[in-house]
């Protein structure tokens, strides 16, 4: 299906983006290899279809993907909303290593290294990609607020929190958006930092909207996955538990048929149709590397399911076989 419909804008924080963005994470690593010219064609796409939040972060790709999507912001510069994180640590030594650091030397050193591979003088929105154990949210927000202070930063962003770790936070410095898995598989976040995102009047930005691809029908319970493509230890995409996951799908394809629509654009809809829902702002940013599928993607957004549909994906998440994260220490869910 395409639309001819604009891409509608949302909120976030004191601007306003397209209401669907694009998560860059892919392009650098973790699914697999990656044809940079058509990644870059599909960056050039997005903005052409209304897209204008890119979200990236210094770890993906220890700092390539920051390179890779900071020479496309600078071509774009007045009509790119440009996101990036620090607080996920990497060794050169041990590829497999994942610290989290939120110490205030380390976040003053990330944003400058952040600035030079991006090659741009403020970043828009700037992140804590994961909270340290024993760190008060209050000092690393204190830290970040000092960035905006400085013009190094516009607006503050966390990802993964809990609802009182995110007001909290907001009583320090005024928090522009949450970022979390949200998606037809992953609904914890509807506990406590929905309701505190809507109570507070944070953009909740959803990443891998499309379940890292078992939404869409990219990967399957007998598709190989390359040997660097993470999936292959995710829990989710395991066994049995791939198998079962994909059984529970059926009201999606089936709806994806009835509409004419493809899998993506139905779980990607059921995103949109939360904002409605719990009343605020919401801007998924699935990733791809397609330009097909970034137009397919951007469609999605002016898809409207009834409510006979929604009823009937609703149960899908809590009969979902294994945990979103294989570390659940590194997510929200694991501090609830």
Same mark, same amino acid.
């Given at each position: 299906?395409?639309s001819t419909?604009a891409?509608p804008?949302a909120?976030l924080?004191?601007t306003?983006v397209?209401a669907?963005g694009?998560g ?6 973790f ?5 940079a010219?058509?990644a ?12 204008t939040?890119?979200d990236?972060?210094d770890m ?7 390179e890779f999507?900071g020479?496309f912001v600078?071509?774009h !510069?007045e009509? @790119?909303v440009l =996101?990036t994180?620090? /607080?996920l ?5 041990? *590829?497999?290593?994942r $610290?989290?650091?939120n110490?205030?030397?380390y ?5 400058d290294a952040?600035?030079g591979?991006?090659g741009?003088?403020?970043i828009d929105l700037y992140?804590?990609h994961r909270?340290?154990?024993?760190v008060?949210i209050e000092e ?8 905006v ?6 607006q503050?962003?966390l990802?993964?929190?809990t609802?009182p770790?995110?007001?909290a936070?907001?009583?320090?410095h005024?928090i522009?958006?949450v970022q979390s898995?949200?998606?037809l598989f992953s609904?914890?976040v509807? !506990?406590t930092? @929905?309701?505190? =995102?809507?109570?507070? /009047?944070?953009t909740?930005?959803?990443y891998? *909207?499309?379940g890292? $691809?078992?939404l869409?029908?990219?990967?399957t319970?007998?598709g190989?996955l390359?040997?660097g493509d ?5 829990p989710r995409?395991?066994g ?6 994909a059984e529970i799908?059926a009201p ?9 629509l ?6 990607l809809a059921w ?5 409605q ?9 699935p990733?791809?590397r397609?330009?097909?599928?970034v137009?397919?993607?951007v469609a999605a957004?002016?898809?409207?399911l009834?409510?006979?549909?929604l =009823?009937a994906l609703?149960?899908i ?10 570390d659940?220490s590194?997510?929200?869910a694991?501090?609830e």
């Amino acid at each position: 299906m395409t639309s001819t419909t604009a891409l509608p804008t949302a909120a976030l924080g004191n601007t306003r983006v397209g209401a669907q963005g694009y998560g860059a994470m892919g392009i650098s690593e973790f699914y697999g290899p990656t044809d940079a010219v058509e990644a870059r064609a599909t960056l050039e796409r997005a903005l052409e279809l209304g897209v204008t939040l890119f979200d990236t972060a210094d770890m993906y790709g220890s700092g390539h993907n920051e390179e890779f999507v900071g020479e496309f912001v600078r071509a774009h !510069r007045e009509n @790119v909303v440009l =996101a990036t994180k620090f /607080g996920l640590e990497r060794r050169a030594d041990d *590829p497999a290593y994942r $610290g989290i650091n939120n110490s205030p030397e380390y976040i003053r050193r990330a944003v400058d290294a952040s600035l030079g591979r991006l090659g741009i003088e403020v970043i828009d929105l700037y992140y804590m990609h994961r909270k340290q154990d024993g760190v008060p949210i209050e000092e690393t927000v204190g830290v970040m607020a000092e960035l905006v202070a400085a013009g190094k930063v516009r607006q503050l962003g966390l990802s993964e929190v809990t609802g009182p770790e995110l007001r909290a936070a907001h009583g320090v410095h005024p928090i522009a958006a949450v970022q979390s898995e949200w998606s037809l598989f992953s609904r914890d976040v509807e !506990r406590t930092v @929905v309701p505190a =995102a809507a109570e507070l /009047g944070v953009t909740f930005v959803p990443y891998a *909207p499309l379940g890292r $691809g078992f939404l869409s029908g990219a990967v399957t319970p007998n598709g190989e996955l390359s040997e660097g493509d993470f999936r292959r230890r995710h829990p989710r995409f395991s066994g049995d538990n791939a198998v079962r996951n994909a059984e529970i799908l059926a009201p999606m394809h089936a709806i994806a048929t009835a509409r004419g629509l493809t899998p993506a654009q139905v779980a990607l809809a059921w995103v949109h149709a939360r904002a409605q829902v719990h009343q605020l702002s919401v801007v998924p940013i699935p990733g791809t590397r397609s330009r097909s599928r970034v137009a397919e993607n951007v469609a999605a957004a002016t898809v409207m399911l009834t409510g006979d549909e929604l =009823a009937a994906l609703d149960a899908i998440a809590g009969a979902v076989s294994g945990n979103r994260n294989a570390d659940m220490s590194f997510i929200s869910a694991g501090r609830e």
